[in-house]
């Protein structure tokens, strides 16, 4: 992790979400409120309201008397995320779908672009991510919008996991699947956009249930 010398709130928790995300630490590490402040040059006041921020985004956990780390799931609760999933995007990419318009259109066109002529997987976890909320953009309900982004950031482990297994052999399905959505977003046929949504997110949490080497 970079070393920085801005120390307010915001930016730990930025700095903290990026190691997160991207890997740097995984499900079950501890959060040191005394390391990280000495890392960054900051005060544990600014650290503990960054933990705070990103508890609520799902990203870290607080244990009694053990302090922060990064959540830790098993397979069942993946699952039932994964459920969850299946349930809410649907109908943020419904409440969206309207308010997108031909420039947002041509943004995902670009985005899924660069999704097919990806080959890395940090990359494509970050396009991907950056094509759904894409289309998730139009939706005003904020309560909606908030915990479509706390469920893919508590899965998002598990998320690159499942990809680093199948690799290439199975980029072909994801990116049939996001054409489909694009096209439905393109018509906004909110009937189309919700059915291969829901197939989409149900297909990963079906191969996800065969893979428990994912969750050890």
Not at 173 to 182: G, K, Y
Request: glycine share 4%.
């Amino acid at each position: 992790m970079r070393p920085m010398t801005d120390v307010s709130s915001s930016r730990v928790a930025a700095y903290l979400r990026e190691a997160i995300l991207s890997g740097d630490l995984l499900p079950g590490d501890r959060i040191r409120q005394e390391e990280i402040a000495a890392r960054l040059g900051a005060s544990r006041l600014p650290v503990r309201e960054a933990l705070r921020m990103l508890e609520a985004e799902g990203l870290t956990e607080h244990e009694p008397h053990k302090g922060a780390r990064v959540p830790r799931l098993t397979q069942h609760e993946v699952d039932v995320i994964y459920r969850m999933r299946e349930r809410l995007e649907p109908l943020a990419l419904v409440e969206s779908l309207p308010r997108l318009d031909s420039a947002d259109h041509e943004r995902l066109e670009e985005v899924q672009r660069r999704i097919e002529e990806n080959d890395d997987l940090e990359k494509f976890l970050d396009l991907d991510r950056e094509f759904h909320m894409l289309t998730y953009s139009g939706c005003t309900i904020e309560p909606l919008n908030q915990n479509v982004t706390r469920l893919w950031n508590v899965t998002q482990h598990y998320r690159r996991s499942y990809v680093a297994l199948g690799g290439r052999s199975r980029m072909w399905i994801v990116n049939a699947e996001h054409r489909l959505i694009l096209d439905a977003a393109v018509r906004r046929d909110a009937s189309d956009a919700e059915r291969y949504l829901e197939g989409h997110i149900r297909r990963t949490r079906n191969e996800l249930a065969h893979h428990p080497e994912v969750f050890d």
